[in-house]
């Protein structure tokens, strides 16, 4: 089968991904192969492949946002039927006896493993996943855009429940791509108000398009005070601006994997008034079910940059340039 692999961490440019020719995996016991139809192109794919991530698996197969069709099952592997449609996420594997796991915090479990950056994801013809960490995918959705809700969307469904927003409640948020344009929407269905900052002049009518109350520039204030605020961007300077832009006791949530240096933060200016920061780590397997269940219901419209297979390089330059909306999908077939 073809898969694209890292060999040497770096810049998109120094073309650090390969498309090889290797054998097609075999499921092992409670796993099963899937047969991959779209792969979505998150921004940790970049992070893993130019290296702002540690190598966890020489020469992996990025992609964890993995769509497709059950293609052979192992042994004891029931859940899901031959060709039934599914979605490969982010979140791979968890011990399930540790003190994290134990109080249904498994996202923190210490002995985690996650798709395309620990084992093979899904930019391949085949992946193989645990069906105890696969999600069937409601059929409200294409192949995708469903992609785009595996990461994209259950970690902005997560970083906005980590907003503690109160009922009407007014929400920033910074960076406007394949996250943020599904938080945005989940976080309007339930009544708030939400005001977007991001560099992209595009990234900004698109806002608005999917009923943003405003969309300025990352350093502008918005237009009033914010109960919660959400930095999407990698970028650490935005931390001090974002505080800035909260109302007293309003909450900051970073939803990044990785981020560039935070600059020194002034106590009366940035954190008196009991305002909050929290980070965001992975997501739990209720949360995806729970996110899943909302998409479809809301649902929400997710807007994709279609990719053919063997443009993903270009694909993960163009993200790191911002150069589409929303996310950005390769297709297999
Ligand atoms: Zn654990
Ligand atoms: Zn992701």
Known sequence: ??????????????????????????????????????????????????????????????????????????????????????????????????????????????????????ADGGYADYTIAHEQYVYSIPDTFNDEDAAVLLCAGIIGYRALMRTNLPAGGRLGLYGFGGSAHLAAQVAIHQGATVHVMTRQPHARGLALSLGAASAQEVDAPPPEPLDAAIIFAPIGSIIPTALEALDAGGTLVLSGIHMTATPPLDYQHHLFNEKNIRSVTANTRADGEAFLRLAAEIPLQVTTSARRFEDALQALDDLKHGRFDGAAVLHLE
């Open 1 to 118: 089968m073809r898969a694209w692999k890292i060999h040497t961490p770096g810049p998109v440019h120094s073309r650090p991904l390969q498309l090889v020719e290797v054998p097609t995996p075999q499921p092992g016991p409670e796993e099963i192969r899937i047969a991959v139809s779209t792969c979505g192109v998150c921004r940790t794919d970049l992070h893993i492949t130019e290296g702002d991530l540690p190598v966890h698996q020489p020469h992996v197969t990025p992609g964890h946002e993995v769509v497709g069709r059950v293609d052979a099952r192992g042994k004891n592997a029931e859940r899901f039927a031959i060709d039934e449609r599914v979605g490969v996420p982010w979140l791979r594997y968890t011990c399930g006896t540790c003190r994290y796991c134990s109080r249904g915090d498994e996202n923190l479990c210490p002995s985690a493993r996650f798709t395309g950056w620990d």
